[in-house]
């Protein structure tokens, strides 16, 4: 992985971005032009970083045979070149959590598995049995631990079971067996003495800005049960912030890459990339760092997509009392911590 710059003092830097998918399109470019073309133009904040999270929305893999369930409309598969789209843009943890790890099958999971194992990238929410996938990982930073718990929605036959791979999924209609999951993953980061438990969940529909009531609800819960932050994804658009608590709660960070058509509406090529400064005491701001995906290739925001994104991202969290400022191009949100 890449060095990562320790020069800030008094606070950690953990920078999220949302799903990263490197197979189809990406996938032809990353052979064409070499792993670092997806994430390379904005790979600096997250090789600076003491820490850097994002989802990993597609196996990494040679095998070519599909899931055998029910047929989809896309698979998502990477070729092994991918792991270092990861190592080079610095990226320390990915979540596994989603309706793509086992578009490949089990095989497709079992090779990005010993993908990420080899380059010494965390992971998960997915795993070879269900304890596996259930169990949090965790990671020393800056003087601090940190551990991730990740859980998905949808795609129940990629499920984990007691004795067979998958992914961790939850039904969050079943809210009874919800709070008890994360009850489990909460504990175990409990006992292995973590200061800054995340949660990872890869939940709720495509191209929506704001999330349910349910949602929040949800998320309220996980916070008051002791989750520090809240990373959520799957919408491919990002989402109003919330500091409930004085803990962020991020409902949806969108893409980070991928090649995905661009709706009119919801301009899903206008993404973000999330910088959370963390003091011992708590948060102290999350930056906002404007991204545009072009042709499978993501860069800094140019001035008038930031001032897109700014707006966007301004009005979402504004519904949710949250104040994001801006000083000249830099976007950012106060957090509780002095």
């Known amino acids: 992985m890449g060095s990562k710059d320790s020069d800030h003092a008094g606070f950690t830097r953990v920078v ?67 792991i270092e789209t990861l190592t080079g843009a610095g990226i320390d943890m990915v979540s596994l959590a989603n309706n ?104 709720g529909p495509n191209m929506v800005f704001r999330p349910s009531k349910t949602f ?3 998320a309220h819960a996980a916070i008051d049960m002791g989750w520090k932050i809240l990373f959520g994804h799957s919408a491919h658009v990002f989402q109003g912030i919330e500091i409930y608590r004085g803990c962020p709660i991020i409902y949806a960070a969108g893409d980070l890459v991928d090649d995905y058509h661009v709706d009119p509406e919801f301009r899903n090529d206008h993404q973000v990339l999330l910088e959370m400064e963390l003091a011992r005491d708590g948060l102290r701001r999350i930056i906002v760092y404007p991204v545009f995906i072009r042709e499978c290739r993501t860069h800094p925001a140019n001035k008038e997509q930031s001032a897109y994104i700014a707006a966007c991202m301004t009005t979402l969290c504004g519904e949710m009392g949250t104040q994001v400022r801006q000083d000249g191009e830099k976007l950012w949100i106060a957090g509780a911590a002095p």
């Not at 194992?117 to 990982?137: E, F, K, N, T, V």
């Not at 929605?153 to 007691?162: E, K, S, V, Y």
């Open 16 to 82: 999220l971005g949302g799903d990263v998918m490197l197979g189809r399109i990406v996938k032809d470019a990353i052979l064409r032009y070499g792993p670092d073309y997806p994430l390379g133009p904005i790979a600096q904040p997250m090789r600076s970083a003491d820490l850097a999270i994002v989802n990993l929305e597609c196996a990494i893999t040679s095998c070519t045979d599909i899931w055998p369930g029910a047929l989809k409309a896309f698979y998502f598969g990477a070729p092994p070149q991918a």
């Open 100 to 203: 793509h790890m086992l578009d490949f099958g089990v095989d497709g999971l079992r090779d990005t598995l010993h993908h990420l194992r080899r380059c010494g990238i965390h992971h998960a929410g997915a795993g070879g049995d269900l304890a596996a996938a259930s169990s949090p990982d965790v990671l020393d930073c800056r003087g601090m631990r940190f551990g991730m718990a990740a859980f998905c929605d949808h795609q129940a036959d990629f499920a984990a079971r007691q004795d067979s791979p998958g992914i961790a999924y939850l039904d969050l209609d079943d809210e009874v067996a919800v709070i008890a999951a994360w009850r489990d993953a909460l504990d175990s980061l409990q006992r292995a003495a973590v200061d800054w438990p995340i949660l990872s969940l890869h939940w």
């Open 216 to 218: 929040r609800r949800l």
